[in-house]
């Protein structure tokens, strides 16, 4: 009778044992669920178009959403598509929430191709020749109804990337590259 209560309690212990390591697990796998979908709405001045959709669910980026950004955020001059840079779509928003705008996202210019570049380039020094654009790494955006200095602020404040302040044209530039400003 003892050896079976020894090999019942053992069962016991084993059976509690995995269960305390799916418990362990599960709040994690549950947590991560549980994440808040992060969201983007998007208006391209140039194509009139509009995108509003979630680009973050279940923990990480969601493949076929961040390709529609792409190509939403395409050189609307030649109509070329390159990847975007997830973390992008993070700082608009986070830029967005800081300084409490609620709208469209305004999308002056997203991924510009490098012929594109190369010819904006050679008709205005505001044109980086090994722009970020090129890369899908920056956008030019505004937010209506807001400044583009408190927008500008409002980047330079998460030290995401490079911040290019234009009051003059109405747009702020973000991008993933390094901390900088101008």
Not at 29 to 35: D, G, I, K, P
Request: aromatic residues 6%; hydrophobic residues 35%.
């Amino acid at each position: 009778m003892f050896d079976r209560m020894k090999s019942r309690r053992g069962f016991l212990g084993i059976g509690i044992g995995a269960a305390a390591s799916l418990v362990a697990t599960h709040p994690v796998e549950a947590a991560v669920r549980r994440l808040p979908e992060r969201s983007i709405h998007l208006y391209n001045t140039h194509t009139g178009e509009t995108l509003k959709t979630v680009y973050w669910a279940e923990g990480r980026y969601q493949t076929k959403t961040i390709a529609q950004v792409s190509r939403f955020l395409r050189d609307h001059r030649n109509g070329q598509v390159h990847p975007i840079d997830p973390h992008l779509l993070d700082l608009m928003t986070s830029v967005q929430r800081k300084v409490g705008s609620k709208g469209a996202i305004h999308i002056i210019c997203g991924y510009r191709s490098p012929t594109t570049n190369a010819i904006l380039a050679s008709y205005s020094d505001g044109v980086a020749t090994h722009s970020l654009h090129t890369q899908g790494k920056a956008v030019d955006l505004r937010l209506p109804g807001h400044s583009t200095r408190l927008v500008g602020k409002a980047a330079l404040s998460l030290k995401g990337g490079g911040v290019g302040i234009y009051p003059e044209s109405d747009f702020v530039h973000i991008d993933t590259g390094r901390v900088r400003t101008w």
